[in-house]
C-alpha cells in the first residue's frame, strides 16, 4: 500500500458520474469533482435510484422526492447542474440487461470522456461487505462504457434516436480496494464536505454526531489518507481502467 499513485489524466472535457443513490459520489469523489468543474469541466450526475429505501424512519414515497432535493442541492455546492434519475428501486437492483442499457443511453447522451462509479467489488478495503446496489451498479457501468459504442447491442437505442458513443476514454472507479490514480483535493475538499452535509436528513438518520463534524471528519480523514500516496496533499483515489 506504499506505491504511489498516479495523477488523473486533464486531457478531457466531459464526464458523467454515474452512482447507485443520492449521497454515493459525495462520500467518495466529490472533491475531486469539484476541482475539475472549477477548470471548466463538465460533469453530469446520474443514479440509479431516488435512495427511497435508505432512512429508516421515513417511509420511501416520503423519502424518494426528499433525497432528490437533497441530492440536487448537493451537486450544485461542486458545480453540477444535470443530475438524472433512473428510478431502479433503492436496495433491490439487479445487475443485467435493462440496467446496462439504462446506462448506455445516458453514455449516449451525454457523450463523456470520462466515466466515474463507485466501487463495484464485494467489499470495502477487504474488512466491510459492499451493498448489493454498489456492485452491480458500478459493474453495469463499466459494461456500459463499452455497450454504449456498439450499435449492435441495444439496438433499440440507436433507432430511438441516440447514436453510438465511442468516446469514453477512461472509467475511473472510486473507493476502489486497489486505486491507481488521484486528485488532489485541496481545493475542493472544503467544498465537498458542504455537498455532503446537504444530505442532512440522511445523515441525521444515519449517526447521532453532529452532522457537519460526520462529514468532515469522515472526508477530511480519507483525503489525508489517501494523500500519503500522493505527495502529502489531501487527495481523491480511483482505480482507473482505461478504454
Known sequence: MTEQLEPMPADWCRALAVAAHPDDLEYGCA?????????????????????????????PEKCAPLRER??????????VSTVEF??????????????????????????????????HRDTWGGVAWNTPDHRAVGRATLDAAADAGNRWIFPELAESGLQPWNGVRWVAVAGSNT???AV???????????SLLAHRTY??????????????????GHARAEGKRFGGCPAVAFELFTR
Open 31 to 59: 472533491a475531486a469533482i469539484a476541482g475539475w468543474t472549477d477548470g471548466g469541466r463538465e460533469i453530469s450526475y446520474l443514479l440509479a435510484t431516488r435512495g427511497e429505501a435508505g432512512i429508516e424512519t421515513l417511509e
Open 70 to 79: 437533497e441530492q440536487r442541492a448537493s451537486a450544485a455546492v461542486v458545480g
Open 86 to 119: 433512473l428510478d431502479h428501486r433503492d436496495g433491490v437492483i439487479e445487475y443485467g440487461l435493462p440496467l446496462r442499457r439504462d446506462i448506455a443511453a445516458a453514455i449516449r447522451r451525454h457523450r463523456p470522456e470520462l466515466v466515474i462509479t463507485l466501487n
Open 179 to 181: 486505486p491507481t490514480h
Open 184 to 194: 488532489d483535493a485541496t481545493v475542493g475538499l472544503e467544498r465537498s464536505v458542504k
Open 203 to 220: 445523515i441525521e438518520g444515519l449517526t447521532d454526531e453532529d452532522p457537519e463534524v460526520y462529514c468532515r471528519t469522515f472526508l477530511t
